[in-house]
Nanobody, 124 residues
Framework: DVQLVESGGGSVQAEGSLRLSCVGS????????MGWFRQAPGKEREGVAS????????YYAESVKGRFTISRDNSKNTVYLQMNGVNPEDTAMYYC??????????????????WGRGTQVTVS
């Protein structure tokens, strides 16, 4: 079974930075597409960023462009989300996802089959 474990969340002041990590295991092929999603209380889960298997193609939600950076280290089965210049609107539970359906839209959560349990980010 695929397992994803997120870490790096916490409390941070506005304009500060955090780096989230997601370690994958049980993935039977090298370099799957990976994505980060977030869900704030009372809101739907939304796509934040996605990265292809080689790390050369990335996508971002408009709300985080220029502030967040997704990257990966396939030797460590890890994907990262560097969050800079955070603001209170970034407060949410952040989830890592993998195993995207072929042809699935990256920012739609139903396009992804495997999920981590999330890490909380709180910006004050």
């Amino acid at each position: 079974d695929v397992q994803l474990v997120e870490s790096g969340g916490g409390s941070v002041q506005a304009e500060g930075s955090l780096r989230l990590s997601c370690v994958g295991s049980g993935i039977t092929y090298r370099g799957p597409c990976m994505g980060w999603f977030r869900q704030a209380p009372g809101k739907e889960r939304e796509g934040v960023a996605s990265i292809d298997g080689g790390g050369g193609v990335t996508y971002y939600a408009e709300s985080v462009k220029g502030r967040f950076t997704i990257s990966r280290d396939n030797s460590k089965n890890t994907v990262y989300l560097q969050m800079n210049g955070v603001n209170p609107e970034d407060t949410a539970m952040y989830y890592c996802a993998t195993d995207r359906l072929y042809g699935g839209t990256w920012f739609v959560d139903s396009s992804w089959r495997s999920w981590g349990r999330g890490t909380q980010v709180t910006v004050s």
